[in-house]
């Protein structure tokens, strides 16, 4: 489990970073000069069909105080097309706990050279949503009087209370650069400031005015994102600053003592006292088997132990008797601990249960890919969990990750190498990733098409696995409303825009083990066209509004999928009175060579002739093949358009005909 103490800082600080923010306006006289040759420029330097491109795009870096961390962003973006503007029309600042956004400004300068300033009460606090599925706040605010040929600046402050400048420098951004800078003014301290350099080149560190060093990179092009790509951090350019004691040593020397430190300074926190003895015995009375024992465990710790991250009703008391709880014995008497402290007590028991139990270090692949030669903790290793051995191996738990089911890991943390602790020797082993099934969308549902291609019926959509975490995740603390609104779209989006949904429940949605559970009737006007005396429709009505995955003709960066999945879909479609299928012919089965995905239809008619039976199973990352190299992406593109094909796959209905009954499974 990621532990919240160790990753803020890198997620509030990479967030503001990566996305650039804008900000409210004082009508302050101190913006840099706009120059005539900026207004007069028609076309980008850096990319010749750039939409957007910065001119400048400079960071302070300013930790010389011991009250917390103060960064200052300033930039200035040229806007050149159409679709430029609309980028630039609305800006989000995210930001979490701990962080204040002060002195926010921004201004437009128009071709002729007016001034438009944005009006401080013009700034909305929202909460967004990102592709992890994570919720976040963020500043928001469009950008007034904006057109092509126009100049926009921002600028605002990030103060991060009680933080040290251990984070990413992200060079490459959304936009083309024609330079960008970052001034760093570290803490006066007995730790000197080092930094990691990736995809950098020759940029480095330095010394400038007033205490602060300065890296520059100048002409840089935009990070284009393409659909399953990397994660970010593997292809763009950016650095890594952070502070040591001493000067660079070798890696394996360096992890060694990493796991010996991590080891010692573990026994407090893996500690078994009497009282975590007695509630052990208690949970695993009964089990048989070593699965069993560590069942029980995983689920008392993660049931019966209040998670601070995920509860409601948690007090700033119940925080602060949290902050000083010590050893597995405290957490068991609060019965609520952080991530980190619900870890620890899983541990403990599994101790006191009579396993082998350590801490075990591993990086999050949503960021960047371990590499065991770049010799830093906070940077490579910044995940923890809790390794058991059982017989000759190792597997790993982590209750503190609230809506991740037991045998499985966050799916960041899985297909990752971790680091056991030991006292001597660090002990590697590779997190499992979890297969197709574990990760799973069942739906299912019974329709009636009307004669007027109208589709009335009741679904249901379950999601099990990485899926149901992100679903929790994304619902588990809105409204009725929200909840509402979040299915509403989904329908939407995966059948067709006339969707209408009423009389919806949503299930388990707080339960970390059970599968997350949507139902509802659905009315969609149109589903089905009608020409003359035919209706022309598609029986996956799951799949009605899907689109190939991959469009475009080339690909620059490796193909990565997050996890293997996998869907399942059983349908029965009521048809109109007076029509029957021209035809009945199904896609059959698809599958690549080495049975890496695999796409099998089946339909069928009830012997009466009026009910279309459909089902379909479709599974991806087989064999834990999810990572694929850009030269086979013609293949791989190939491939999915014809999954697509065949899940939206089209029957004929003709009115006043008859069909052979094809017997339904």
Not at 475 to 501: C, P
Request: hydrophobic share 35%.
């Amino acid at each position: 489990m990621m532990t919240p103490g160790r990753r803020c800082l890198y997620f509030v600080v990479s967030l503001f970073l990566v996305f650039g923010g804008l900000a409210k306006v004082h009508a302050g006289d101190d913006w840099r000069e706009v120059t005539p040759a900026e207004l007069q420029m028609k076309t980008p330097k850096v990319e010749p069909d750039a939409d957007a491109e910065a001119i400048f795009w400079e960071v302070r870096v300013d930790d010389s105080s011991a009250d917390g961390l103060a960064l200052k962003n300033y930039v200035r973006v040229k806007i050149f097309t159409e679709h430029g503007r609309d980028q630039f029309a609305k800006h989000d600042i995210p930001f979490g706990n701990g962080t204040r956004i002060k002195d926010v400004e921004a201004r437009v300068t128009k071709a002729d050279g007016s001034v438009v300033l944005l009006n401080k009460d013009d700034i909305v606090e929202r909460e967004i949503i990102k592709a992890n599925g994570f919720k976040i706040k963020a500043k928001s605010f469009a950008f007034p009087a904006l057109d092509v040929g126009s100049i926009v600046e921002y600028r605002y402050r990030e103060v991060i209370d009680n933080a040290s400048a251990n984070m990413r420098l992200i060079f490459q951004r959304e936009i083309p650069i024609e330079t960008i800078s970052y001034f760093v003014k570290p803490f006066s301290g007995e730790r000197g400031m080092y930094y990691e350099k990736f995809h950098v080149g020759d940029t480095k560190f330095e010394k400038d005015k007033n205490g602060f060093s300065r890296a520059t990179m100048t002409n840089v092009p935009a990070l284009h994102e393409e659909p399953d790509m990397l994660p970010e951090d593997e292809v763009r350019a950016w650095m890594y600053i952070y502070y040591s004691a001493g000067t660079a040593r070798n890696a394996q020397e360096y992890w060694k003592d990493i796991s010996s430190a991590v080891y010692d300074g573990s026994k407090g926190s893996l500690k078994v006292n009497d009282d975590v003895k007695e509630i052990t015995n208690q949970v695993i009375a009964g089990a048989t088997t070593d699965d069993d024992k560590l069942r029980k465990i995983f689920d008392y710790t993660k049931t019966q132990i209040k998670n601070t991250s995920y509860s409601t009703g948690i007090t700033d008391e119940d925080r602060k008797r949290v902050r000083d709880s010590k050893t597995p014995g405290d957490t068991l008497k609060l019965k609520m601990g952080s991530p980190s402290d619900i870890d620890s007590l899983f541990g403990a028991m599994a101790r006191a249960a009579g396993f082998d139990a350590r801490v075990a270090l591993s990086g999050n692949r949503s960021e960047l890919f371990f590499n065991p030669n770049i010799p830093n903790y906070s940077l490579m290793l910044n995940s923890s969990s809790i390794a058991v051995k059982i017989g000759p191996d190792w597997r790993f738990f982590s209750p503190a990750g609230y809506y991740v089911p037991y045998g499985m890991m966050n799916w960041v943390e899985e297909n990752q190498m971790a680091l056991i602790t030991d006292p001597k020797e660090p002990i590697w082993k590779p997190i499992p990733l979890s297969p197709p099934e574990k990760t799973e969308a069942r739906r299912t549902g019974k329709f009636k098409l009307l004669e007027d291609g109208t589709l009335v019926g009741e679904a249901r959509i379950e999601y099990s696995g990485h899926w149901a975490a992100l679903e929790k995740r994304l619902n588990w603390d809105d409204s009725a409303a929200e909840r509402e609104k979040t299915l509403k779209q989904l329908v939407r989006d995966n059948i067709l825009s006339t969707a209408e949904v009423e009389s919806f429940t949503i299930e388990n949605a707080n339960d970390p083990e059970k599968p997350f559970v949507y139902t509802f009737k659905v009315r969609v006007p149109n589903y089905a066209s009608k020409t003359g005396k035919r209706l022309f429709f598609q029986p996956n009505v799951f799949e009605r509004n899907s689109h190939p995955r991959f469009t475009a003709t080339t690909r620059k960066y490796d193909i990565y999928f997050s996890y293997p999945y996998s869907e399942k879909d059983d349908l029965s479609i009521e048809l109109p009175e007076g029509f029957s299928l021209e035809n009945a012919d199904a896609p059959g089965l698809l599958k690549d060579p080495q049975g890496i995905g695999v796409d099998q239809c089946q339909m069928g008619i009830t012997s009466d002739g009026r009910t279309l039976k459909y089902k379909r199973t479709f599974s991806f990352g087989n064999g834990n093949m999810i990572r694929f190299p850009v030269e086979a992406y013609p293949a791989l593109k190939g491939l999915f358009e014809a999954f697509n094909k065949a899940d939206v796959h089209q029957l004929t209905l003709k009115q006043g005909t008859a069909t052979a009954a094809t017997p339904s499974n």
